[in-house]
């Protein structure tokens, strides 16, 4: 194992009913920002629910934070914050929605220019305005943890920033808020959080069993209720369970004292930046051919998934690892998430822009060894056309 320092403060309210309880996790005197996405949550009723939970605090409204939320709209929300002394904020959505109201919350009393914050990835950062959320949709893990991802549509980037100012306070996790996404949505959840667990698992043996075990049994899970939660949308415990998987995945609990990867990441950023796709559609393209790319360096671990994960017990160590591959994408097809570049009209013909832009932004030395390269992630997506 790894030496390592784990921290994670944010408190999570879990459970059916529990956005009344946003009346005690909400200081008695703060003066609130409410920010949320498109029509959901105020078709929903969502929206009603929380600012009768607030009461009489000053709330005011942010509405319009995009999937895939922008800088542009976010340095709206900025100027809000700012012209109207508000000083608690509280994300109501997904996770573009949270990962909008942590920039918002470091931007706001960021000195400079606020797109530095993502060219740094986060460091610069200095202080926070404190906030919670009320999670709409289980996929990123944003609710408990310290990262975002901000897109300037500007200049087609998509970037991520880490600080551990922007930790949430709180996330009230309440299932049936989960009743009403669509079908995509849910198998993007789905995808989204097994592709957390593999980027912090599917990396060599670090001789961490009890991280092995954890990742294995998030993905076990995945496995088993992913099928579920799309079959059967107001089973309580199925969508709890997605709920709190999903949290789990991306906590930073799997990943403490193990490498990490993350490649499938940057590279499945550059392709919504540049051609609008889903995160999670970005992913399920992506990692199949991730995968038996690196499969020299990452047989160990290939191996064991396909044993315990697949129960794949037949062949040379070579057969299990491609049948594994080939087992994770059909997965992701089996929930209704397509695994080629030509499932979403794309041809070999994008791959330069791709790379391009992996290279501008300096994504030129990915994985747990900083040896996937701009050549590499070509290779992987002229295999998944
Ligand atoms: O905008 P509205 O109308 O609210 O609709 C949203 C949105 O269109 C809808 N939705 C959310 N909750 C709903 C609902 N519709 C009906 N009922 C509900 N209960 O779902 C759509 C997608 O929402 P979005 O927040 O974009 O999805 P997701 O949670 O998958 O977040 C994706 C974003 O998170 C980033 C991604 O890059 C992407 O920008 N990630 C953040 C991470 C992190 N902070 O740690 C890690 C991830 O790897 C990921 O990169
Ligand atoms: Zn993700």
Redesign the pocket.
Known sequence: MQDFSFYNPTRIEFGAGKIATLAQLVPANARVLVL??????RR?G?LDEVTTALGEREVQLFGG?????SFETLMEAVAVVRNNDIDFLLAV???????GTKFVAAAALFDGDAWDILLQGGQNIERALPFGSVL??P????EM?K???I?RKALQA?L?FMSEWVYPRFSVLDPV??Y???AR?VA??VV?AFV?VMEQYLTYPAQAPVQDRFAEGLLHTLIEIGPKALAEPEDYQTRASLMWTATLA?NGLIGAGVPQDWAT?MLG?EL?ALHGL???QTLAIVLPEMLRQRKATKLGKLVQYAERVWNIREGSDDEKAESAIERTRAFFESVGVKTRLGDYSLNAEHIDGIIDSLQRHGMVALGEHGDVTPEHCRQILLASL
């Open positions: 949320f996405g498109g029509e959901s949550a929903t969502t934070i995009e999937p895939n939320p959505g997904g996770g573009s929605v949270i990962d709409t949709l996929a990123t893990g944003s943890n990262g975002s991802v897109t998509k991520p808020k989960t009403t996404l669509p949505q993007n959840g989204d957390h991306l990441h950023h919504t889903d995160h999670a």
